[in-house]
């Protein structure tokens, strides 16, 4: 396998775009991604889109094709759009990894996008579903918030768990989106603050749920050659990993944990021959703050059963023994949920090139992870500095 | 690159399928395509499934895993949904293919499915029309019956074109589907009955155009060493191919070819080292009766032109000069979106094989052709006998 490396990341900021169209999010992201690159349009041998809901929220579908329409990309190359519910983002940014690290071609543009805030409430939340296995797990009646406020229930009775700790992801994610200038909800927020607000599905509360987003984001993909003439520092893709799990919540023994996560993290430290303990910044899926804690377990970073106390003792910010969610994460920053995978990827770029507003200092190893449906799809990737 | 073999099929009947779910239908495809190939479960090494609108039609999407899950697959392998309209099915063979010949794994797992007749018609025209440049071309208000008249209008004005010539291409596919058990609707029609038909989108009548569909088909993919130990005759993979091409119907400055189409077909008759002139057994896609005459001279086994003569003097049947949609092609097998680009491998391997109802004496090398939305996707793929 060659040497792959990111040397364009683009965004739109992430919050509502009511009057812009899904294709022209994606198109802005991307067109920025490539400027910044500096490649040519028809040096770009594929296009990976990611998308989860746009057929259901937008009637708009073949976005691959389309968004490479819009950005006058040429050649007739393979445009192609991937989907795997929240993880949409990632697996999209897998393939392109995959077509340059096989020598399928030179340089791969990623794109992931999502547009939902015009949408009813109840709108998005049936689409959201279209992720749960709704065969078998219908009768439950459970939603995604459902879903996490039992592995929090869980979480409490095996491990022992405060209001106040998980409170903690979400001050911490939330301070850090204000410093973020693409994030939609930073806020400095109070324990009392977040105590006070709405339950959602007992015991997550509204602040420990992330937002219904719009935006894009995006990344240049090159062989080492062509990352010889970025004229950004280029970061090195150190490996990516695509794994599955159970999608039936009855399936899952332990609530505690994401067997597609834990897998995942598993093989992407192996083949990036890097241990947990190196990593300086991590971009992780915290759809709601229990699953911060129970991802940044899974993944390795910090021992089973002490997520809650580590979030509490606040070594998870910034200055932290490993900075989690630096941009705001999915609570601060934002779920556009076939963006996401996508915009982690753009965050830690920027953390590695030491360019980012919220900058973890020195950091030299970043870690994405971004999660679909019920542990269905994951993605973990660990990236590097030249 | 490695050689791939396709070296088991699995097909559900294309048609009405109400009271099963997608998930069922595409899982049953896989389990016969399995169970044929003679591979354990757990030598799968990653899953691709093509799918259009389930979200939309069925609320449901994470189909790779769901499915996945509903085969007992196992090792959390990458499984992965791709979307390009009309193309799903072949971009999801193409990926699979991608994973085998570049040592990703050794055998992969495809599926297509589709399921959308228990949908209102209005739904079904909402859905599909998700695959037009909805941004853009939504003022002309074309769906796809309009953007196929308007080809057949402008290949009657450029090279002529009776109501005669494009009625003998449904009188060959819908003979040729009542030899199929897996055709939806099989048929025998005079002319007189197809002049007499519902008019859609003039000039197309009812008979001229597809029915909606219902449907999974599936395939395992394997390296040489696996396919050796084939019960069946294993069918080589020559070549697969996809591009991409106009989303806008006002950007094809000729609307009596698909560019996407003529670059597939060419990259992959080079890259096989094969000319049209071999090829014995082709399914296209004959979304309407006039697309079978562009597509047969698109991908040059007709001379442009001359497609509607060909069709009107029986030289594509399947006993004539190159046998075109013997298993009845979407006008008569039916089109299951994603499923439609998987059903076409499975005929022609069932051709190569020497196994097919409708068999093509002698056949040994095949084409399948898959077409998205107005060009916007396309996927050309060759097979050889061993």
Redesign the interface.
Known sequence: MREVFVTGIGSTVFGRHRDT?I??LAARAGAEAIRQSGVERDQIGTVYLGN??S??LN????L???V??RLGLSG??????????CASGG?AF??AW?AVA?G?CDVALVIGVEKMTHASTSQVT??L???M???LDAPSGLTFPGLFGLAWRSYEHKYGLSREDVASVVIKNKSNGLINPLAQMGATLTFDEIAASSMIADPLQLFDCCPASDGAAALILTSKEFASKSAKQPVRVLSSV???????IA?HLDLCSF??TV??ANQAFQLAQVRPAHVNVVELHDCFSIAEIIDSEDLGLIPRGEGARWARDGRTTVNGDVAINPSGGLLAKGHPVGATGVGQIYEVVAQLRGEHPNQVQGAKIGLTHNL??TG??CTVNLFGVV
Chains 1, 2 share one sequence.
Do not use: W
């Open positions: 169209a294709e022209t989860f809901i057929g259901p009637g708009k579908e073949v691959a094709g389309i490479a329409d007739n190359i393979p445009c192609t759009k991937v989907e795997g519910a697996i897998r393939h995959l096989y399928m049936s689409a579903n279209c992720a296995d709704n065969e695509q794994t599955s799990g159970a999608p039936q399936k067997e597609a897998k995942a679909g449906g269905v799809a």
